[in-house]
């Protein structure tokens, strides 16, 4: 069994900030990389923030120098700082984690169960 939990969502002004923690659980014997996508209305997700399990990062660019990822392999957990937040930002975030289950050592990849984010104009 593999479980993703996120927190830190909620409804913030333009200029505020956010934090989002996802923590991974279960039977893992590594992690790859690990990411963050988000779901506004009525659009497609699109992937916000990764970072490989040597710590490289990568970013939309809609979030460049305003979001910031990192991560914890002790607590196989991922961040998203999210700071100078603007209306467009508003959308259901999700965390993704891939790596290799104890069991068969198994490649996984799996998806949080969403959380909202709101940035009121």
């Known amino acids: 069994q593999l479980q993703l939990v996120e927190s830190g969502g909620g409804l913030v002004q333009a200029g505020g900030s956010l934090r989002l923690s996802c923590t991974a659980s279960?039977?893992?014997?590594?992690?790859?990389?690990m990411s963050w996508y988000r779901q506004a209305p009525g659009k497609e997700r699109e992937l916000v923030a990764t970072?490989?399990?040597?710590?490289?990062?990568n970013y939309a660019d809609s979030v460049k120098g305003r979001f910031a990822i990192s991560r914890d392999n002790a607590k196989n957990a991922v961040y998203l700082q999210m700071n100078s937040l603007k209306p467009e930002d508003t959308a259901v975030y999700y965390c993704?984690?891939?790596?290799?289950?104890?069991?068969?050592?198994?490649?996984?990849?799996?998806w949080g169960q969403g959380i909202q984010v709101t940035v009121s104009s």
């Open positions: 970072i490989t399990s040597a710590g490289s990062t």
């Open positions: 993704n984690v891939r790596g290799v289950m104890t069991i068969n050592r198994a490649d996984f990849g799996a």
């Open positions: 279960g039977s893992i014997f590594s992690i790859n990389a």
